[in-house]
């Protein structure tokens, strides 16, 4: 039995990773989900690789997970770096977020670590940010941030999220439930599918989408991001909002203030930068501050 609200991704089944067995005659129907141990966790890493700049591939829940570090030139270990963390869409990939963010670029010019991972090839979706319990994707986010800060110099106070569709879902996950670890978010065509949970640290967010037409693979990203609106101001987050209005897309000039957003709010700042309004020459005419609280 279902009660409440059913929310559904319209996906092939052959990518689903619901199987079925044959029963035998011992076989017994479970007559509830009562389980006193609650849900499984998977482990986390213990060791991690020695990484470096470039693709790299750690061990984590089971798969092989790789990621591509792009260090600004002037990186040293002698000071602490801001990191931003880029995930791709579905039926997207590393190279062509890269592309079209131009994300690399401003790494460069900004100083800032990026890093851009794979999805996992046995995922029913890209980014498992559909359920509040553990899963393969969240093993792996808790191993990449592990890891990254045992071989490169980072700054704690500078952990960053973004993403577009798919990665713009898994953006505004962690938001919630690794906020203790993200300073700040900026989600594209972004929203949250679970409840929001009730132990959450609200962090600065920044939602983008491209208004009523932003549609793909059959979800609503207008829909999604007002939804989002709703539970984020609700909960006490920072929040600006810009419907840009060109649809589904990630255009290359939106990347500078994606970035100064993200740049602009790490933890531990006593007063928000744009609690008096969104700085000038920045921010497009479509960007608003929503909640200054």
């Known amino acids: 039995?279902?009660?409440?609200?059913?929310?559904?991704?319209?996906?092939?089944?052959?990518?689903?990773?619901?199987?079925?067995?044959?029963?035998?005659?011992?076989?017994?129907?479970?007559?509830?989900?009562?389980?006193?141990?609650?849900?499984?966790?998977?482990?986390?890493?213990?060791?991690?690789?020695?990484?470096?700049?470039?693709?790299?591939?750690?061990?984590?829940?089971?798969?092989?997970?790789?990621?591509?570090?792009?260090?600004?030139?002037?990186?040293?270990?002698?000071?602490?770096?801001?990191?931003?963390?880029?995930?791709?869409?579905?039926?997207?990939?590393?190279?062509?977020?890269?592309?079209?963010?131009?994300?690399?670029?401003?790494?460069?010019?900004?100083?800032?670590?990026?890093?851009?991972?794979?999805?996992?090839?046995?995922?029913?979706?890209?980014?498992?940010?559909?359920?509040?319990?553990?899963?393969?994707?969240?093993a792996f986010y808790d191993d990449l941030i592990k890891c990254l800060s045992e071989s490169f110099s980072i700054d704690n106070n500078r952990i960053h999220s973004t993403g577009l569709s798919a990665g713009g879902l898994w953006t505004a996950y962690l938001s919630v439930f690794r906020s203790n670890v993200l300073a700040s978010s900026v989600g594209l065509s972004s929203g949250l599918i679970p409840d929001y949970p009730a132990e959450s640290n609200p962090i600065p967010y920044l939602v983008a989408w491209g208004g009523e037409n932003d549609i793909a693979y059959d979800q609503n990203f207008d829909t999604l991001a007002q939804n989002l609106i709703v539970d984020f101001t609700m909960s006490g987050h920072f929040l600006i909002a810009c419907n840009h209005g060109l649809e589904h897309v990630w255009e290359p000039e939106f990347s500078p203030w994606v970035i100064r957003f993200l740049l602009d709010h790490p933890k531990g700042i006593n007063e928000l930068p744009y609690a008096g309004g969104l700085p000038e020459g920045v921010y497009p005419d479509y960007c608003e501050v929503l909640s200054a609280e």
């Open 1 to 138: 039995e279902v009660i409440g609200e059913v929310v559904s991704l319209s996906l092939p089944i052959t990518m689903s990773t619901f199987g079925a067995i044959e029963a035998d005659s011992s076989s017994t129907i479970p007559g509830s989900c009562d389980d006193e141990a609650g849900p499984a966790l998977l482990p986390r890493l213990e060791m991690c690789p020695e990484l470096s700049a470039g693709m790299n591939v750690i061990p984590s829940a089971g798969y092989d997970r790789s990621f591509e570090v792009i260090l600004p030139s002037n990186y040293t270990d002698e000071m602490s770096w801001p990191l931003i963390t880029l995930w791709h869409g579905f039926g997207s990939s590393p190279d062509e977020i890269k592309s079209y963010s131009e994300l690399a670029d401003l790494a460069e010019s900004e100083g800032f670590i990026l890093v851009v991972p794979s999805s996992y090839p046995d995922g029913a979706v890209e980014w498992d940010s559909l359920a509040d319990t553990d899963s393969p994707d969240l």
